[in-house]
């Protein structure tokens, strides 16, 4: 009877380690990704795409919040301040794995007079974004180079970059803030338009030579990755090397970019690429880079970040 009682009590035993246990492999994962930017670093997953992998590009991140919240995507790439407010929507139930895109953010002239940001004193400029990051990376950029907008630097608002793209393109505005592929696509169109500051320099000037500004990550849902620790790992090191290609193979990378309708043509995607910021970002690099721009927008507001500053469980910590 004893030795009943002790092989029925290890059968349970061996059953809950058995299902409390994190499962080797995903049967498939469920990736989003924005058009853009954002996604052109996973085009080589796409085009390497098996039953392992479901990827769906989105062009606009309204569309992806509602699938993160309800638990439709296990991975995603997406703005960074929107990863912070994920974060706090959801209770702290997704985690940042990497930063994926840095600066993508230009000064574009119909003209050769903006050489440095203080040369925009006295100038009207064009931008879109107002009341979200693009807005409060602007007004600390132009603050910390001792510039006050609206004051020092007259700037108009645009609802949207492709409205504002139009408009430098056609020549109806001088000085206009763009992300890329818009900038490529305007330099396409017009040849008077010269890119003449990237943000990025000014944020390593004002932050330190290796803190890039990162606009893109890479996030998880946490019951996905208690679940699939070992799939998750997979991931990133696909990622990686897909990231490593598209930067190191731009022509086919561009090709490709344009194949999955992440940017519109190859030439456009070929042009954008460089200035794409496309990385691969981890660990305490990851962490203290995304905390000091998280710090800067919360500044700036509070919502923009999700109300409060993300806590350590916010990372991936491998």
Aim: net charge negative; with cysteine.
């Amino acid at each position: 009877m004893k030795k009943s009682i002790i092989i029925f009590v290890t059968i349970i035993l061996m059953l809950t380690f058995v299902s409390c246990s994190p499962k080797e492999d995903a049967p498939e994962i469920s990736i989003g990704t924005l058009a853009g930017p954002t996604g052109m670093g996973m085009v080589h997953i796409l085009e390497d795409a098996t039953n392992k992998y479901k990827v769906s590009i989105y062009t606009s991140p309204d569309q992806i919040i509602p699938k993160i919240i309800n638990g439709e995507v296990d991975i995603c790439a997406v703005p960074s301040n929107l990863a912070s407010v994920l974060y706090a929507k959801t209770n702290g139930q997704i985690a940042v794995l990497s930063i994926n895109t840095t600066g993508v953010l230009y000064i574009v002239e119909n003209g050769d007079t903006i050489n440095d940001i203080n040369d925009l004193k006295g100038k009207t400029i064009n931008a879109s974004g107002q009341g979200a990051s693009p807005e409060y990376i602007l007004n600390n950029v132009l603050e910390k180079n001792g510039l006050i907008p609206n004051e020092d630097v007259t700037i108009i608002y645009h609802a949207e970059h492709a409205t504002l793209a139009n408009l430098i393109a056609a020549g109806e505005i001088d000085i206009a803030i763009l992300p890329e592929p818009f900038v490529s696509v305007v330099t396409s169109k017009n040849e008077s338009l010269n890119v003449q500051v990237d943000f990025n320099d000014l944020w390593h000037e004002l932050y330190g030579e290796n803190t890039d500004m990162p606009m893109g990550v890479t996030i998880v849902q946490k019951d996905f990755l208690e679940k699939y620790p070992k799939t998750v790992e997979s991931f990133l090191k696909d990622y990686e090397k897909s990231i490593e290609f598209v930067n190191s193979n731009i022509d086919e990378a561009a090709e490709l970019i344009a194949k999955h309708k992440i940017v519109g043509s190859p030439g456009i995607a070929k042009s954008a690429i460089p200035r794409s910021g496309i990385s691969y970002t981890v660990g305490d690099e990851l962490k203290s880079t995304l905390d000091q721009y998280l710090e800067v927008l919360f500044g700036y507001n509070p919502a923009s970040v999700g109300g409060a500053l993300p806590d350590e469980e916010f990372y991936y910590n491998k």
